[in-house]
């Protein structure tokens, strides 16, 4: 979501920077060949959003139905319109993208064209966090929205074979009003669609502690979602502890601030608490100053279950390949290493235990065939 960003500390330039300076040919053959071995590898996403995940293809295609919006419908001025400049520019398109939703015809699109770019990265599973709140107090019929969404999400396992599964958040900047409802859409038999699996949390967390959300989260798993909120994102560590006491989180979205407390990391460790880390959004949103900077290396020495994510991809100007590829060159990791990395988010998944072994065999596979000589 947008508005956890302070659009005055806009950081122009390129989210992804912070690589070495002067690559010899050695390294640049070497990248290549770990970008085209990440590019094949079969992946899960774990931390992505709906909205966040509309590329220029897909926001031309919305555009294209509502000749009325200001978003351009050509696909160059579009590329030009995504490159990313500061937080004031990535609100402007973020909200551009939710006032192209419209119908539950547009969720569909959205949800189908998604899965598209996904299953073209090679993700074969991915939890996609959906903030319905939004499109239901815009007046899209609830139950119009649950069926695009699990039309989308048939069709996409169908024809990409990417398995979509669903994460409800709350917009945390949307107060108590829109846990209620959000928290009704999710736990109400009669509405909540059959993809569902998790609760979230999203929005600041700067003024928005985690604590109130208590009730609503406790319902949510009564009706047997899991835990998963964003936290110590742009916090410090206590609200990582807050979102474990208090919102009983099975894994943490971000987590970056998890790094200056080590009885924390400690904590994530021995409980087996993934971080969904996402390296380009915590560069753009200013979470880290830099990606040398980013504690990544300090989760996984603390033995901490690290998975990488996109959050936001194409208004962050990134996607899961290129996570993965940051992640390689600050963990130094080899083809072994990118694979073990994989795994880790299937791992962490909700997915039944058949669907994780058919991944985690493909990864082998893979990796097995690639590395051959
Ligand atoms: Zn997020």
Same mark, same amino acid.
């Given at each position: 979501?947008?508005?956890?960003?302070?659009?005055?500390?806009?950081?122009?330039?390129?989210?992804?920077?912070?690589?070495?300076?002067?690559?010899?040919?050695?390294?640049?053959?070497?990248? %290549?060949?770990?970008?085209?071995?990440?590019?094949?590898?079969?992946?899960?996403?774990?931390?992505?959003?709906?909205?966040?995940?509309?590329?220029?293809?897909?926001?031309?295609?919305?555009?294209?139905?509502?000749?009325?919006?200001?978003? =351009?419908?050509?696909?160059?001025?579009?590329?030009?319109?995504?490159?990313?400049?500061?937080?004031?520019?990535?609100?402007?398109?973020?909200?551009?993208?939710?006032?192209?939703?419209?119908?539950?015809?547009?969720?569909?699109?959205?949800?189908?064209?998604?899965?598209?770019?996904?299953?073209?990265?090679?993700?074969?599973?991915?939890?996609?966090?959906?903030?319905?709140?939004?499109?239901?107090?815009?007046?899209?019929?609830?139950?119009?929205?649950?069926?695009?969404?699990?039309?989308?999400?048939?069709?996409?396992?169908?024809?990409?074979? !990417?398995?979509?599964?669903?994460?409800?958040?709350?917009?945390?900047?949307?107060?108590?009003?829109?846990?209620?409802?959000?928290?009704?859409?999710?736990?109400?038999?009669?509405?909540?669609?059959?993809?569902?699996?998790?609760?979230?949390?999203?929005?600041?967390?700067?003024?928005?502690?985690?604590?109130?959300?208590?009730?609503?989260?406790?319902?949510?798993?009564?009706?047997?979602?899991?835990?998963?909120?964003?936290?110590?994102?742009?916090?410090? =560590?206590?609200?990582?502890?807050?979102?474990?006491?208090?919102?009983?989180?099975?894994?943490?979205?971000?987590?970056?601030?998890?790094?200056?407390?080590?009885?924390? @990391?400690?904590?994530?460790?021995?409980?087996?608490?993934?971080?969904?880390?996402?390296?380009?959004?915590?560069?753009?949103? %200013?979470?880290?100053?830099?990606?040398?900077?980013? =504690?990544?290396?300090?989760?996984?020495?603390?033995?901490? @279950?690290?998975?990488?994510?996109?959050?936001?991809?194409?208004?962050?100007? !990134?996607?899961?390949?290129?996570?993965?590829?940051?992640?390689?060159? @600050?963990?130094?990791?080899?083809? %072994?290493?990118?694979?073990?990395?994989?795994?880790?988010?299937?791992?962490?998944?909700?997915?039944?235990?058949?669907?994780?072994?058919?991944? %985690?065999?493909?990864?082998?596979?893979?990796?097995?065939?690639?590395?051959?000589?």
């Amino acid at each position: 979501m947008t508005d956890r960003f302070d659009a005055s500390a806009a950081a122009p330039g390129s989210p992804v920077s912070g690589a070495p300076a002067g690559p010899t040919a050695a390294d640049a053959a070497g990248a %290549r060949d770990v970008h085209a071995f990440i590019a094949g590898l079969p992946k899960a996403e774990l931390h992505v959003h709906h909205v966040g995940s509309a590329s220029p293809r897909i926001v031309a295609e919305l555009a294209a139905r509502h000749p009325d919006s200001k978003v =351009p419908t050509d696909p160059e001025a579009l590329a030009d319109y995504f490159t990313f400049t500061d937080f004031a520019h990535f609100i402007d398109v973020y909200l551009s993208v939710v006032d192209l939703i419209r119908t539950p015809e547009d969720v569909r699109l959205l949800t189908y064209e998604v899965a598209r770019d996904l299953a073209r990265q090679q993700v074969r599973y991915a939890e996609l966090t959906i903030t319905p709140y939004s499109s239901t107090r815009r007046g899209i019929d609830e139950l119009a929205f649950m069926d695009a969404i699990e039309d989308a999400r048939k069709a996409a396992e169908a024809e990409f074979g !990417t398995v979509l599964r669903w994460c409800f958040d709350i917009p945390g900047e949307a107060g108590l009003e829109a846990a209620e409802e959000t928290t009704r859409l999710a736990t109400d038999d009669r509405i909540r669609p059959e993809g569902l699996v998790s609760f979230g949390l999203g929005g600041p967390e700067i003024g928005v502690p985690r604590p109130q959300f208590k009730p609503y989260f406790d319902r949510a798993i009564a009706a047997g979602l899991r835990s998963v909120p964003h936290a110590g994102e742009t916090t410090g =560590p206590q609200t990582v502890w807050d979102a474990l006491t208090h919102l009983r989180a099975e894994r943490i979205g971000h987590g970056t601030s998890s790094a200056q407390d080590e009885k924390l @990391l400690a904590h994530l460790a021995e409980h087996r608490i993934p971080l969904e880390v996402c390296p380009t959004s915590n560069i753009a949103t %200013r979470a880290v100053r830099t990606l040398d900077e980013h =504690p990544i290396k300090e989760f996984v020495r603390a033995g901490v @279950l690290v998975t990488i994510n996109s959050d936001d991809p194409p208004m962050f100007g !990134t996607d899961l390949d290129n996570e993965y590829a940051v992640a390689a060159r @600050l963990l130094d990791l080899d083809e %072994r290493g990118l694979a073990a990395l994989a795994k880790n988010a299937v791992d962490a998944s909700f997915l039944d235990e058949a669907g994780k072994t058919r991944i %985690r065999a493909d990864i082998d596979a893979y990796t097995t065939d690639r590395l051959a000589p």
